[in-house]
């Protein structure tokens, strides 16, 4: 029922890719996991891949952009929902059991995060982003919380960007007529490490003060940000 997406260039976060897949839930669904860059090793991939026959790995030559690297993942995909998800982030095993149903409940065409939980891994803060904003539509969501319905590439691509391809996407399908619902906040964390690491390269202590608000000091974040309820 729903194919998830992550497109990588760090191959480090191999066993971060294939836990928060494989850890959800929610039964129907496939990985395509699409390498973006020309050194990197698939056949490592492919041997923890191995025997699955739910996750399909390829690698796309480096100077594909992030975008045309979610739309090929989307061409490949073989159910009605995408799901992206980033490649060193945090999706609890309830993230898809609790985000999938919001679209039997609402009529909308793309869900996700607009307040969502992020951790500060150096600092060992957990904040949370742009409070209040749970259960309503929206014109933005975190860009690794984005879920649509597969209909919605026949309208909308995503651009040939390396950054900010999702954040166009979102606009272009609010333009189109598509609507955005925000979920809750729980079950997933954006993890902040070194700020270099990023493709969003903005300072940590800039990203905590843009409607960031600190939850706890704590080395265990997913204690608190993991619920089995859509509320």
């Given at each position: ?117 992020a951790y500060m891994n150096n600092e060992k ?39 900010g391809s999702d954040v166009d996407f979102l ?61």
């Amino acid at each position: 029922m729903v194919s998830v997406i992550t497109s990588t260039v760090r191959q480090e976060f191999i066993d971060n890719v294939f836990q928060n897949f494989e850890c959800q839930l929610w039964e129907d669904k496939e990985l395509i996991i699409i390498l973006n860059r020309n050194d990197m090793d698939i056949t490592e991939w492919k041997e923890k891949a191995s025997g699955k026959e739910n996750i399909q790995i390829y690698q796309l030559p480096q100077h594909y952009t992030l975008g045309d690297c979610l739309n090929f993942g989307v061409e490949k995909a073989n159910y009605d929902y995408i799901a992206k998800f980033d490649d060193d982030d945090y999706y609890s095993p309830y993230y898809l059991k609790t985000m999938l149903p919001i679209f039997n409940e609402v009529d909308t065409d793309i869900i996700g995060k607009t307040t969502f939980y992020a951790y500060m891994n150096n600092e060992k803060k957990l904040i949370i982003k742009r409070p209040g904003k749970e259960h309503t539509f929206t014109k933005w969501i975190a860009g690794g919380t984005i879920i649509f319905k597969k209909a919605v590439y026949e309208t909308v691509k995503f651009g040939k960007r390396r950054v900010g391809s999702d954040v166009d996407f979102l606009k272009d399908c609010l333009n189109k007529g598509f609507k955005i619902y925000a979920g809750s906040k729980n079950n997933y964390v954006m993890i902040r490490r070194n700020s270099r690491e990023h493709t969003w390269k903005i300072d940590n202590d800039l990203f905590m003060r843009r409607k960031g608000k600190i939850v706890a000091y704590t080395n265990d974040y997913k204690d608190i940000t993991t619920k089995d309820d859509i509320y």
